[in-house]
């Protein structure tokens, strides 16, 4: 299985393709498709710029509206891809998932479907949408991985990994979020600041006690030393993986930590208790209707912009406890990136290149047979180790911190 369609054009999709570029002799033909066809030209610039394909072979963009179904499936023949790779806009994931189940081929997403005008869904957030069409998706033979971006996506391997070698039951799974550079603007999102702040505006649910907890964001304040970035602040988030691994795993526990800087914190508590962060349009005196959160977002900073003069690194990882043997342990599984290197290498800023990555080593596994599961799947339903050793090798190595020390894990 091969040949790799990649809809959007963004700061994750420039990084999903310059990794597919580097593995083109396991990933054949690269397509991407966007709504602005010029951004997929860019990235294919940017690829040649750096000489990124492994071997010769075809890259090529098109224009696409993802939410024409008939049209991406259409698009889907005529590349002849069998997997497809969606980082476009959430509020496209329901459109690209059916045309690759009318079309019998693979679809990878990194982020939980959105419709644009509901801000937040009640839990667990893909019993909503994806999980509606797990039969639809096995009775076509469709390969479907959810989330597999970093988070979701790698953490959800962290703790499959914890579930498969490090414990025998599990008590609590804190993933822990943290970014530690700078990017030097007065005020900026890593990443599409509308998704961005759709995650903070609507109610923080977690798991806890093996049901869920509703909280207000920024209510819980927690901090944690983690490796090289130190101690960092984090408020607990609403969070993809929380929804499925409350599920699909047996642990009464599962939180998810976002450290914000007080600037962030204060900045965004102006931004929206004044409303300029609504999805709902309001009238301006002079009768325009306007949308604030559309117009914040044109006010701020393109997160691709951010990329050349970041600096400093992001730390992700699972906290894990519980029982091994009889007794009481815990280990934090966790990867450290920089955001220079993730530029010098594929021109993205750490946040992007994390959520890039993955996806395509979810895409080799595919196209070698090994995670082609031809159902729908998260990430924690799929067996670590062979993604994870993958990783290892593509710029996201995983590291383990326990009572034995802190050292690289090894899975080859
Ligand atoms: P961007 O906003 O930078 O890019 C989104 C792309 O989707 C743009 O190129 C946009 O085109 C395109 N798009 C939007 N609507 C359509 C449409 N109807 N048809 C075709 N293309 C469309 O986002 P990011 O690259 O930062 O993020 C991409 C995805 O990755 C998001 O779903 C995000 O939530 C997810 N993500 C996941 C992470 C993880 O670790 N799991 C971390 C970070 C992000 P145009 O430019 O024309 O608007």
Same mark, same amino acid.
Not at 118 to 140: M, S
């Given at each position: ?7 959007? /054009?963004?700061?994750? /999709? ?23 066809? !010029? ?9 040649? =710029? ?9 890259? =090529? ?35 690209? @998932? ?11 997403? &990194?982020?939980?479907?959105? =419709? ?27 390969? /479907? ?57 609507? &109610? ?10 509703? %909280? ?9 030393? @983690? ?6 602040? &984090? ?5 993809? =993986? ?5 599920? %699909?795993?047996? !642990? ?102 994390? /959520? ?35 990783? %290892?090798? @593509? ?18």
């Amino acid at each position: 299985k091969k040949n790799v369609l990649i809809i959007g /054009a963004g700061g994750v /999709a420039q990084v999903v393709a310059h990794k597919c570029a580097q593995h083109n002799d396991v990933l054949g033909d690269i397509h991407i498709a966007s709504r602005t066809a !010029v951004k997929c030209q860019q990235i294919i610039d940017s690829i040649h =710029e750096k000489n990124a394909l492994k071997n010769p072979g075809v890259l =090529e963009g098109h224009g696409l509206d993802a939410t024409d179904i008939d049209a991406t499936a259409a698009l889907i023949e005529k590349t002849g891809s069998q997997i497809v790779i969606n980082v476009g806009s959430p509020f496209v994931n329901m459109s690209v @998932m059916s045309a690759c189940i009318k079309t019998g081929v693979a679809y990878l997403d &990194t982020a939980i479907h959105e =419709e644009q005008d509901k801000i937040c869904e009640t839990p667990p957030w893909y019993a909503n949408y994806e999980w509606k069409r797990r039969e639809e998706c096995e009775k076509a033979g469709v390969t /479907a991985i959810l989330g597999i971006g970093f988070d979701p996506g790698v953490v959800n391997a962290y703790a499959k990994l914890a579930v498969e070698d490090y414990f025998d039951k599990i008590s609590s799974i804190d993933i822990i979020d943290i970014n530690a550079g700078s990017h030097g603007k007065y005020f900026a999102t890593n990443f599409d600041p509308e998704i961005n702040f759709r995650e903070f505006t609507g &109610t923080v649910y977690s798991w806890q006690d093996s049901k869920w907890q509703s %909280n207000k964001m920024f209510e819980i304040k927690k901090i944690w030393d @983690m490796p090289v970035v130190g101690e960092s602040q &984090t408020f607990m988030t609403g969070h993809d =993986e929380v929804h499925s691994l409350s599920q %699909n795993l047996d !642990v009464p526990n599962v939180r998810f930590w976002m450290g914000f800087g007080d600037h962030y914190v204060n900045v965004f508590t102006v931004l929206n208790s004044i409303g300029l962060l609504s999805e709902q349009p309001v009238t301006t005196a002079e009768g325009q209707e306007v949308i604030p959160l559309k117009l914040v977002k044109a006010c701020l900073p393109d997160p691709s912009s951010l990329a050349p003069d970041y600096t400093g690194k992001t730390c992700i990882g699972d906290l894990v406890k519980g029982t091994k043997d009889g007794k009481e342990t815990e280990v934090l599984i966790y990867n450290v990136a920089d955001h220079k290197d993730a530029y010098n290498e594929v021109g993205s800023q750490g946040i992007s290149y994390t /959520a890039g990555v993955p996806p395509v080593a979810a895409a080799m596994l595919i196209a070698t047979g090994e995670w082609d599961v031809k159902k729908m799947a998260n990430v924690e339903d799929l067996p670590a180790k062979p993604f994870l050793n993958l990783l %290892n090798g @593509m710029g996201l190595p995983t590291r383990i911190k326990d009572a034995n020390g802190d050292r690289a894990l090894d899975f080859s």
